[in-house]
T-cell receptor, first 116, second 114 residues
Framework: DQQVKQNSPSLSVQEGRISILNCDYT??????FLWYKKYPAEGPTFLIS?????DKNEDGRFTVFLNKSAKHLSLHIVPSQPGDSAVYFC???????????????FGQGTILTVHP | EPEVTQTPSHQVTQMGQEVILRCVPI?????FYWYRQILGQKVEFLVS????????KSEIFDDQFSVERPDGSNFTLKIRSTKLEDSAMYFC????????????FGEGSWLTVV
Protein backbone atom coordinates (compact mmCIF):
# COMPACT_ATOMS: atom_id res chain seq x y z
CA ASP A 1 0.00 0.00 0.00
CA GLN A 2 1.86 3.07 -1.26
CA GLN A 3 -0.95 5.60 -1.13
CA VAL A 4 1.06 7.82 1.22
CA LYS A 5 4.81 8.02 0.81
CA GLN A 6 7.55 9.73 2.70
CA ASN A 7 10.56 9.28 0.48
CA SER A 8 13.19 10.50 2.92
CA PRO A 9 13.80 7.95 5.66
CA SER A 10 15.86 10.44 7.62
CA LEU A 11 16.73 14.12 7.88
CA SER A 12 19.46 15.79 9.88
CA VAL A 13 19.27 19.50 10.72
CA GLN A 14 21.20 21.97 12.85
CA GLU A 15 19.42 23.54 15.80
CA GLY A 16 17.81 26.84 14.87
CA ARG A 17 17.54 25.99 11.18
CA ILE A 18 14.43 24.97 9.25
CA SER A 19 13.36 21.33 9.00
CA ILE A 20 11.30 20.42 5.95
CA LEU A 21 9.61 17.04 5.89
CA ASN A 22 7.89 15.92 2.73
CA CYS A 23 5.01 13.62 1.93
CA ASP A 24 3.38 12.53 -1.33
CA TYR A 25 0.06 10.82 -1.86
CA THR A 26 -1.58 9.10 -4.78
CA UNK A 27 -5.22 8.79 -3.75
CA UNK A 28 -7.05 11.86 -5.04
CA UNK A 29 -9.95 11.08 -2.67
CA UNK A 30 -7.86 12.07 0.35
CA UNK A 31 -9.15 15.37 1.70
CA UNK A 32 -7.64 15.67 5.15
CA PHE A 33 -4.01 15.39 6.10
CA LEU A 34 -2.23 15.17 9.42
CA TRP A 35 1.28 15.08 10.82
CA TYR A 36 2.13 13.02 13.86
CA LYS A 37 5.34 12.87 15.84
CA LYS A 38 6.48 9.67 17.50
CA TYR A 39 9.16 8.98 20.07
CA PRO A 40 10.44 5.42 20.61
CA ALA A 41 8.12 3.27 22.72
CA GLU A 42 5.39 5.91 22.62
CA GLY A 43 2.26 6.37 20.57
CA PRO A 44 2.02 8.92 17.76
CA THR A 45 1.31 12.44 18.99
CA PHE A 46 -0.81 14.76 16.87
CA LEU A 47 1.05 17.84 15.61
CA ILE A 48 -0.91 19.66 12.97
CA SER A 49 -3.48 19.01 10.25
CA UNK A 50 -4.84 20.56 7.10
CA UNK A 51 -8.03 20.19 5.12
CA UNK A 52 -7.90 20.01 1.35
CA UNK A 53 -9.78 23.30 1.11
CA UNK A 54 -6.68 25.07 2.43
CA ASP A 55 -3.11 25.23 1.21
CA LYS A 56 -1.45 26.27 4.43
CA ASN A 57 -1.97 25.86 8.14
CA GLU A 58 0.29 27.27 10.83
CA ASP A 59 0.61 26.49 14.52
CA GLY A 60 3.52 28.07 16.30
CA ARG A 61 6.78 26.70 14.91
CA PHE A 62 4.93 24.20 12.71
CA THR A 63 3.48 24.95 9.27
CA VAL A 64 1.95 22.47 6.89
CA PHE A 65 1.70 23.24 3.19
CA LEU A 66 -0.57 21.37 0.82
CA ASN A 67 -0.16 21.31 -2.96
CA LYS A 68 -3.19 19.42 -4.24
CA SER A 69 -2.21 19.52 -7.90
CA ALA A 70 1.10 17.87 -7.07
CA LYS A 71 -0.46 15.65 -4.38
CA HIS A 72 2.26 16.80 -2.05
CA LEU A 73 2.41 18.15 1.46
CA SER A 74 5.23 19.32 3.62
CA LEU A 75 5.83 20.12 7.25
CA HIS A 76 8.10 23.03 8.12
CA ILE A 77 9.55 23.38 11.59
CA VAL A 78 11.14 26.75 12.30
CA PRO A 79 13.32 27.03 14.29
CA SER A 80 14.22 23.40 14.84
CA GLN A 81 15.06 22.32 18.37
CA PRO A 82 16.84 19.20 19.66
CA GLY A 83 13.57 18.14 21.33
CA ASP A 84 12.02 17.91 17.87
CA SER A 85 14.16 14.84 17.17
CA ALA A 86 11.65 12.05 16.57
CA VAL A 87 9.95 10.10 13.80
CA TYR A 88 7.43 12.20 11.85
CA PHE A 89 4.51 10.51 10.15
CA CYS A 90 2.33 11.97 7.48
CA UNK A 91 -1.25 10.60 7.42
CA UNK A 92 -4.24 11.08 5.15
CA UNK A 93 -7.95 10.45 5.29
CA UNK A 94 -10.96 10.48 3.02
CA UNK A 95 -14.09 11.84 4.69
CA UNK A 96 -16.71 9.59 3.18
CA UNK A 97 -18.91 10.05 6.20
CA UNK A 98 -18.84 10.23 9.97
CA UNK A 99 -17.64 6.73 10.60
CA UNK A 100 -14.75 7.07 8.16
CA UNK A 101 -13.24 9.92 10.10
CA UNK A 102 -10.15 8.76 11.87
CA UNK A 103 -9.37 6.00 9.40
CA UNK A 104 -5.90 7.18 8.55
CA UNK A 105 -3.42 5.97 5.96
CA PHE A 106 0.11 6.57 7.16
CA GLY A 107 3.40 7.14 5.43
CA GLN A 108 6.42 5.17 6.55
CA GLY A 109 7.88 8.01 8.57
CA THR A 110 10.95 10.24 8.49
CA ILE A 111 13.46 10.23 11.32
CA LEU A 112 14.35 13.83 12.15
CA THR A 113 17.54 14.50 14.08
CA VAL A 114 18.19 18.05 15.25
CA HIS A 115 21.79 18.59 16.31
CA PRO A 116 22.63 21.17 19.02
CA GLU B 1 -4.18 16.61 29.63
CA PRO B 2 -6.47 13.60 29.11
CA GLU B 3 -4.85 10.66 27.40
CA VAL B 4 -5.55 7.23 26.04
CA THR B 5 -4.09 4.53 28.26
CA GLN B 6 -3.21 1.00 27.22
CA THR B 7 -2.34 -2.19 29.05
CA PRO B 8 -0.19 -4.20 29.01
CA SER B 9 2.74 -2.21 27.69
CA HIS B 10 4.43 -5.43 26.61
CA GLN B 11 3.18 -9.00 26.37
CA VAL B 12 4.92 -12.15 25.26
CA THR B 13 2.67 -15.02 24.27
CA GLN B 14 2.94 -18.46 22.78
CA MET B 15 1.72 -18.97 19.23
CA GLY B 16 -1.90 -20.15 19.27
CA GLN B 17 -2.74 -18.46 22.56
CA GLU B 18 -5.44 -15.86 23.00
CA VAL B 19 -4.44 -12.31 23.82
CA ILE B 20 -6.53 -9.39 25.04
CA LEU B 21 -5.17 -5.88 24.76
CA ARG B 22 -6.93 -3.25 26.80
CA CYS B 23 -7.47 0.44 26.28
CA VAL B 24 -9.15 3.23 28.19
CA PRO B 25 -10.03 5.96 25.67
CA ILE B 26 -10.34 9.61 26.59
CA UNK B 27 -13.54 9.90 28.60
CA UNK B 28 -15.69 12.11 26.37
CA UNK B 29 -14.63 10.44 23.12
CA UNK B 30 -17.08 8.33 21.19
CA UNK B 31 -15.07 6.85 18.31
CA PHE B 32 -12.45 4.23 18.99
CA TYR B 33 -9.76 2.66 16.86
CA TRP B 34 -7.08 0.04 16.82
CA TYR B 35 -3.98 0.43 14.70
CA ARG B 36 -0.84 -1.64 14.59
CA GLN B 37 2.75 -1.20 13.52
CA ILE B 38 4.88 -4.20 12.67
CA LEU B 39 8.54 -3.46 13.32
CA GLY B 40 9.99 -1.45 10.47
CA GLN B 41 6.64 -1.02 8.72
CA LYS B 42 3.91 1.59 8.52
CA VAL B 43 1.25 2.23 11.11
CA GLU B 44 -1.82 0.39 9.76
CA PHE B 45 -5.51 0.84 10.46
CA LEU B 46 -7.22 -2.25 11.87
CA VAL B 47 -10.72 -1.28 12.98
CA SER B 48 -12.98 1.58 13.99
CA UNK B 49 -15.78 1.28 16.54
CA UNK B 50 -18.71 3.52 17.29
CA UNK B 51 -21.97 3.10 19.15
CA UNK B 52 -21.02 -0.40 20.28
CA UNK B 53 -20.40 -1.77 16.85
CA UNK B 54 -17.64 -1.97 14.28
CA UNK B 55 -17.84 0.93 11.79
CA UNK B 56 -15.10 -0.19 9.47
CA LYS B 57 -12.37 -2.79 9.40
CA SER B 58 -9.33 -3.46 7.25
CA GLU B 59 -8.35 -6.64 5.46
CA ILE B 60 -5.97 -7.37 8.31
CA PHE B 61 -8.86 -7.57 10.77
CA ASP B 62 -9.94 -11.11 10.02
CA ASP B 63 -11.98 -13.56 12.07
CA GLN B 64 -9.26 -14.08 14.65
CA PHE B 65 -9.63 -10.46 15.75
CA SER B 66 -12.50 -9.00 17.73
CA VAL B 67 -13.19 -5.78 19.60
CA GLU B 68 -15.46 -5.08 22.47
CA ARG B 69 -16.47 -2.31 24.81
CA PRO B 70 -17.48 -4.41 27.81
CA ASP B 71 -18.26 -1.45 30.06
CA GLY B 72 -18.39 2.32 29.79
CA SER B 73 -14.65 2.85 29.86
CA ASN B 74 -12.65 -0.06 28.46
CA PHE B 75 -12.13 -0.91 24.80
CA THR B 76 -10.48 -4.24 24.08
CA LEU B 77 -8.83 -5.98 21.16
CA LYS B 78 -8.84 -9.76 21.29
CA ILE B 79 -6.67 -11.95 19.12
CA ARG B 80 -8.10 -15.42 19.38
CA SER B 81 -5.23 -17.60 18.19
CA THR B 82 -2.03 -15.63 17.82
CA LYS B 83 0.41 -16.17 14.97
CA LEU B 84 4.04 -15.16 14.71
CA GLU B 85 3.08 -12.42 12.25
CA ASP B 86 0.81 -10.81 14.84
CA SER B 87 3.92 -9.56 16.62
CA ALA B 88 3.60 -5.80 16.48
CA MET B 89 2.92 -2.64 18.45
CA TYR B 90 -0.83 -2.22 18.81
CA PHE B 91 -2.13 1.31 19.26
CA CYS B 92 -5.53 2.25 20.56
CA UNK B 93 -6.88 5.66 19.56
CA UNK B 94 -9.99 7.71 20.11
CA UNK B 95 -11.62 10.89 18.92
CA UNK B 96 -14.50 13.07 20.03
CA UNK B 97 -17.69 12.98 18.03
CA UNK B 98 -17.98 15.54 15.26
CA UNK B 99 -14.37 16.67 15.47
CA UNK B 100 -12.64 16.02 12.18
CA UNK B 101 -10.02 13.43 11.72
CA UNK B 102 -7.68 14.10 14.59
CA UNK B 103 -7.37 10.96 16.63
CA UNK B 104 -5.42 10.60 19.85
CA PHE B 105 -3.23 7.57 20.31
CA GLY B 106 -2.23 5.63 23.38
CA GLU B 107 1.35 4.63 24.02
CA GLY B 108 0.86 1.20 22.53
CA SER B 109 1.01 -2.43 23.59
CA TRP B 110 3.96 -4.35 22.25
CA LEU B 111 2.93 -7.92 21.47
CA THR B 112 5.57 -10.57 20.88
CA VAL B 113 4.39 -13.97 19.68
CA VAL B 114 6.93 -16.77 20.11
Amino acid sequence: DQQVKQNSPSLSVQEGRISILNCDYTNSMFDYFLWYKKYPAEGPTFLISISSIKDKNEDGRFTVFLNKSAKHLSLHIVPSQPGDSAVYFCAASHNAGGTSYGKLTFGQGTILTVHP
Amino acid sequence: EPEVTQTPSHQVTQMGQEVILRCVPISNHLYFYWYRQILGQKVEFLVSFYNNEISEKSEIFDDQFSVERPDGSNFTLKIRSTKLEDSAMYFCASRPELVGNTIYFGEGSWLTVV
